[in-house]
């Protein structure tokens, strides 16, 4: 089984929304068995609380349901995790700051590395303080990026993109 862990800043956005994309892809192909995924924060203001209400409604547009609650960051996810995945180059930095070990720190990655349909993005954005499109734009990159995530895990010799 291969662990992943997506991390966002408040785990409330978008980590818990990529969490539930991968969960729902990795169902879509049949491969539960083989990942377990998990999401947390680089900042843990937002602990024990629900995703964002408005990621919620337009995560439930697209059928998905957001009931994670918002932790922070460890560094036992360092061990716990085979991979750790960032929204942006500040959780990037963030997370590579905490890790305990080069090994450790060699997990993470960006979520943008596994995007395939959107070959302008970067990064995935927070939607934190943008209107409905901020949050339909983060769904459309979770969802293209999860699975060339998935893809990826399952054929670790392809190159990404």
């Known amino acids: 089984m291969k662990k992943v862990l997506f991390v966002c800043l408040g785990n409330i956005c978008r980590s818990p929304a990529a969490e539930e994309v991968a969960r729902c892809v990795a169902a879509e192909r049949g491969l539960e068995a ?7 924060g680089t900042y843990g203001g937002h602990r024990g609380q629900l995703p964002d209400s408005r990621m919620r409604a337009h995560a439930r547009r697209r059928g998905y349901d957001l009931t994670h609650r918002a932790r ?11 991979l750790i995945v960032t929204m942006d180059d500040a959780n990037f930095d963030d997370v590579r700051e905490l890790a305990p070990s080069p090994e450790a720190e060699a997990k993470v990655v960006r979520m943008a590395d596994y995007v395939r349909q959107h070959p302008w993005a970067t990064c995935v954005p927070d939607p934190y303080y943008e209107g409905a499109e901020g949050f339909e734009n983060v ?23």
Do not use: V, W, Y
Request: charged share 35%.
């Open 34 to 40: 083989e990942f377990e995924f998990d999401s947390a």
């Open 72 to 82: 922070k960051i460890s560094t036992s996810d360092f061990f716990d995790f085979d």
């Open 139 to 161: 769904l459309d990159l979770l969802e293209d990026a999860c699975e060339g995530l998935i893809d990826s895990l399952q054929n670790p010799n392809n190159d990404l993109k």
